[in-house]
């Protein structure tokens, strides 16, 4: 019989090495003791697996058991594996407002060979590139979303990228003061790295900074991981363009339910 339990941190790590591409936030945030995790146990092992948050990430079969659990929260979005996420959303919709945008089918892209290099000034970002990169991540951040982070939260999204600069996760190109390219680390395990907040300035944009600086990053996280994945919106298609000109290839779909 299957039974709803908090896991353990064996048992979430267990879990995630099954998928580590699909799963990496999830395991990102348990060895880094980040939010509160729910799970499916069947027969002593894990056969779903839900972060619950601000971002509430299902994975595996049977998600539709959060449900309770979510619909007692603040999420602000669920997003994850497409078929975990509809599952989930499907259940717990009557008891969560109603989205402001539904997303499925984003594609997620994956590489693990470096691809040739871009010859870029890339490097990691330090605090000295704090007050530039906020408004920068800030952009980023509401055309991903559509939510000016600093209307919502200033402090905290200072803090955010900080915390990112701090910990060795944000990169950056920068010439003449313009940005050439960034890139955040949304979650990096021992498998694979994550990478969100792709931008560049749009002053000099279309004159192909965006796939220079990820063959630079790609080949900078391939020497300390196996695999580099993101996911996008499937109406991007620059950036799609961009991923696909580097060697990315789409290995799944996620999809996002925001509130």
Known sequence: MARLVEPTIEQILDFCAANPVERVFLE??????????RAVERRR???????????????GEGCDAFA??????????????EGAVTDLWEAARIRLPRPRDDRPGQPVFVIEDPPEPGETGLRP?????LDRLVPASAAAHEGELGVDPLMRDAEAFRWRTRTQIEEGRSWVWLEDGA?????????????????QQVWVDPEVRS??????????????????VPTV??????DN????????????RRALTYRSVLF
């Not at 940005?179 to 994550?194: C, D, G, H, N």
């Not at 004159?207 to 996280?221: E, I, P, S």
């Not at 298609?237 to 990315?248: F, K, L, Q, S």
């Open 229 to 234: 994945c993101l996911f996008v919106r499937t």
């Open 45 to 59: 092992r894990l056969v779903a697996l839900c972060h619950l948050g601000a971002n509430t990430v299902p994975s």
């Open 125 to 129: 970002a330090t605090l000295e590139d």
């Open 207 to 224: 004159r192909g900074y965006a796939t220079r600086g990820m063959r630079d990053l790609c080949r900078f996280l391939l020497e300390r």
């Open 179 to 195: 940005i050439l390219f960034k890139a955040e680390a949304s979650a990096w395990t021992p498998r694979a790295v994550q990478i």
């Open 28 to 37: 990102d945030a348990a060895r880094r003791r980040m939010g509160r995790f």
């Open 68 to 81: 309770g659990a979510v619909a007692g929260g603040r999420t602000r979005m669920l997003i994850g594996e």
């Open 237 to 248: 298609e620059a950036a799609i363009r961009v991923y696909e000109a580097i060697g990315m």
